[in-house]
């Protein structure tokens, strides 16, 4: 597809590659920046991920991308587009699947998807809409009313309804939220699909396991963007220890209270019949958990701190210089 | 994080607490309704206003009538009698044309109310002591609001000549009223009032359909997905209206038809130009409850501002009351309402036979109406979610 190209600048936006190219985005609300001095590059045909907790400014970020919103500060462009002036042309190009489900619930399957031909200028939005019914496994729904469909038929649906058009740049805000894990599975190798034909993916998630899927990911809290990478370097970055815990369940919630707060104990997380022990000082967490490795009922093993351990400690951390 | 549940649960009060839910819904309700800037506004604004239109600007008995006065000859007698129909308080001369073709068209375009002749050869005749007649020709589309100005004509024969003007006093009155009613001699008042429905009909119906178009895009989130895609304000302006052009024109043919079936109900005029001008006034009602959808915060608030602009629309247009009788100030409210326009179009072409040259000053004002709500529509439609 696209290998390197050096474009020159507001070259046409097929080629050129890099993607998403903004920096020090500001957005406030009533005053309170919500997403602060921002910056990011997404290279074509990857599948970047945006993970944060809820209200961290990932939809915000998103928005501003596709000229939703005007950001306060900052600039960048979006497949070569100003996102402050262009916005118009980025629109033509970019698929934008909402967070919160919004087609028209009263229109039909077809309906909506022969709606958004139409807006695109598609040839032929009927033939068009009939294609992607087919793609989508959505043949025999075709008349069903969207607002009827079940929550996976709908995330299929809007999928199809944002790369009818053949957009360059596809914009996911938590498409799987409430999905169950078979539609989640076809849901990423179909994404997985068309970043192999050169599309680029930026999709925001609360799911660990599909943050492993993205080829890089950026993890956004109190609207900073605290890191970004591939899966390995943001997990080696944040040079975490980890020992997991096993033991029966009754002496695992004492031992979770335990060890909270403990010097050299930056975070305590169950996992089933395990416990996560984490710090940021491996040194002060062995002294720390020292005691307790001595117990006869507790298993302790060193481990890769996983993905989510990182997350958790970067907000915790986030949250302290926040306040 | 793990603090959610409090460890000592707070304890319940007995009972099945029927009072303490009623007021617990209570609170939360005024709480809501404080909130809402809007309602809260129109819970006052609706009932004022309505008080002070009826109060101040709706009068059953309209004075001041506007009068258009032909005069055939210039006479002291002539002018004695124009300031006694003025002193009755029921007209007011506005307009002085000399021939019988102005005078009728003054009457047909709706300019005026009352036609006064006062032929040649008046004053000799009373001098003589001929008993001449001058004639009072009345716009009676609207009865109850040329009623009441006839009935006054009586006192001016008394009081026109109580100047001696070396009249012979006869005894008997010195001259004579005719009056013609013009357009509705039977005074019924169904055929001034069916055409008014057809337009207050239509301003109501057609401000709800688009009144609710953009907030409900907003309130059901699919706005979001509008806005990401390549479409302007203008094209989903259009695109709401256009399709409540076609259902407002069949409502209008509807109440058309019936009025003329039913209630017996003329068309003088061009079926065609009605057509044409019902459409207009279609469309500048659709972009006005555009504009107000557009201004709204939500569906309640682009409700409420449709019956807010639909008050003065039924109470100052002349649809309920006459519009020559109200205040200049209502009048001019009048003026910035498109029934008001409509009305007069309606009337005159179903009832008069007036054609589009007698209307276009009403025609002009609707699509000025039409424009500038589409403006502020078009520049009020916010294209971010900022
Ligand atoms: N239109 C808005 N007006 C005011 N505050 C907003 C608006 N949109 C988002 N916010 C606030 O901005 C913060 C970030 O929101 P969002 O970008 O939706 O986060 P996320 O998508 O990561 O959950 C939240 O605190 C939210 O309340
Ligand atoms: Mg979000």
Known sequence: ??????????????????????????????????????????????????????????????????GLLTPDEGTGTCLGYDIRTQTDKIKTQVGYMTQRFSLYQDLSVRENLEFIGRIYGLENPKAAARAAIKRLGLSGREQQLAGELSGGWKQRLALGACTLPSPQLLLLDEPTAGVDPKARREFWNEIHALAADGLTVLVSTHYMDEAERCHEIAYIAYGELLVHGTVEHVIAASHLTTYVVSAGAGVLNALSQDLTGKPGVDMVAPFGTSLHVSGRDAVALEAGIAPYRRRADLDWKKAEPSLEDVFIDLMSRAQDNFK | MSHIIPSEAPRRRRGNGFWRKTWAVLIKEFIQLQRDRVSFGMIVMIPLMQLLLFGYAINTTPRNLPTAVLLQERSD???????????????????????????????ASGKVLFG??????????????????????????????????????????????????????????????????????????ELNIVPGLVGTILTMTMLIFTALSVTREIERGTMENLLAMPITPIEIMLGKIFPYVVVGFVQAAMIIGVGILLFNVPVLGSLFVLAGLSTLFIATNLSIGYTFSTVAQNQLQAMQMSIMFFLPNILLSGFMFPFAGMPVWAQWVGEMLPLTHYLRIVRSIMLKGATLSDLHCDAAAMAGLMLVAMTIAVSRFRRTLD
Request: glycine content about 8%.
């Open chain 1, 1 to 66: 597809m696209s290998e390197v190209n050096a474009a020159p600048k507001n070259a046409r936006p097929n080629v050129g590659d890099v993607v998403i190219d903004v920096q020090h985005l500001t957005k406030k609300f009533d005053g309170r920046a919500v997403v602060r001095d921002l910056s990011m590059q997404v290279k074509r045909g990857t599948i970047y991920g945006f993970l944060g907790p809820n209200g961290s400014g990932k939809t915000t970020t998103i928005r501003m991308l596709c």
């Open chain 2, 77 to 107: 007698v002539g002018r004695s009698i124009l300031a006694a129909l003025a002193n009755t308080g029921y007209f007011r001369v506005t307009e002085l044309p000399s021939t019988e073709a102005e005078l009728d068209r003054l009457l």
């Open chain 2, 116 to 189: 006064v002749e006062i032929p040649a050869n008046f004053e000799r005749s009373l001098r003589r002591g001929e008993v001449p007649s001058m004639l009072v020709i009345a716009d009676a589309t609207d009865p109850v609001a040329a009623g009441s100005a006839l009935g006054a004509l009586n006192r001016v024969v008394q009081t026109a000549l109580v100047h001696d003007y070396a009249i012979p006093d006869a005894g008997a009155p010195a001259f004579e009223i005719r009056t013609h009613a013009r357009y509705n001699p039977a005074g019924k008042t």
